[in-house]
């Protein structure tokens, strides 16, 4: 049986805790010692074996365990016995089957097209309305609050042709930011550098440090404040030239919509983990291009399966114009739970144009690091 009618029978989940090598510093919470994912393997009646990664971080998106349980107990119910075809309907019934849980819903729908792209021998970006681009510029975020560790970090990625960073700011006092600014500026001239407060600033100092900071001529500056903040979001968009664009204010279409009604930003972190699907979050990138914003391929504490996913998610998306940030499997976890390495090469990142999604865990690394798991 080779067909995408199919029934799905396999259905299998674990949860992992993913050494990294160093720690990470954000304007609402720290990643150190590990970075915990949910994984899914589906499996079609014929022998043919999708997954999917869950990238979920407590503070931003929900929990690991939060997402494991929405695969397990409430996703896995409505997806046995369907139809691979059946993706458009599935997907439809878990959005509502349990309130957010975006990462997990992000997963079943990368495990669907790595599983249909199994069966058929297409890349997932083919079901995605195909590949636009072959290669996406890679930024890569500096956030530790060890700076000198930084600097090491910066010199390596510049050898390795990686010309865009952002840096994570709001996480210390402000003089730490400056002074960051200052020496990359001075130091690294040949880095695109771009601004994240990740909502790292209060209301009543918000104003003046954005505009501190804008004086360093980033690309853009993002999120300083809190996600429901929309009408302070607005004032600081409109007290500087420095692009402001917005992250954890735009989850998925929805709040893509109110954002641009409201004019908070110039453009927008897509994110799969955030959105709830690949295509939920190429409605999120083509709304943001319909109003003149722009919009860039943004990422959680991943591994490579959800790199993956959302690599074939950009290339299949032109309205996002910003690259990329899959930088942690290379330049964040102590390894990776692919079998093969994520390709980046001079500083982008490499469409795969095998079948499904391109990669697959090694199965080893998810016995090494799993902590739970469950079968069908």
Known sequence: MSDLDQKITGFDVWHLAVPVTSRRDHGIGTVEATCEVILLRLTAEGGAQGWGEASPWVVFTGSPEASFAALDRYLRPLTLGRRVSDRAAILSDALYAVAHASEAKAALDAALLDLMGQITGQPAYGFLGGKYRDTIPLSVSIANPDFDADIRLLQRIRDDGVRIIKLKTGFRDHAFDILRLERIRADFPEFSVRIDYNQGLSPDEAMTRVRDVAQFRPDFIEQPVRAHHYGLMRQLREATDVPLLA??????????????????????????????????????????????????????????????????????????????????????????????PFKVE???????????????PDMDRIAKYSSIGRAA
């Open 247 to 340: 992250d954890e204010s735009v989850y998925g279409p929805e709040d893509m919509a109110r954002a641009a009604a409201e004019g908070i930003c110039d453009g927008v972190s897509v994110k799969i983990m955030k959105s709830g699907s690949l295509s939920r979050a190429q409605d999120v990138a083509n709304m943001a291009a319909a109003h003149g914003l722009t919009a860039y391929g943004g990422d959680m504490f991943e591994t490579g399966l959800a790199h993956l996913a959302g690599t074939h998610m950009i290339a299949a998306t032109p309205a996002i114009t910003l690259g990329c940030e899959f930088y942690q499997t290379t330049y964040f976890l102590a390894e990776d739970l692919l079998e093969t």
């Open 346 to 360: 001079n500083g982008h990142v490499v469409v795969p144009d095998t079948p499904g999604l391109g990669g697959r």
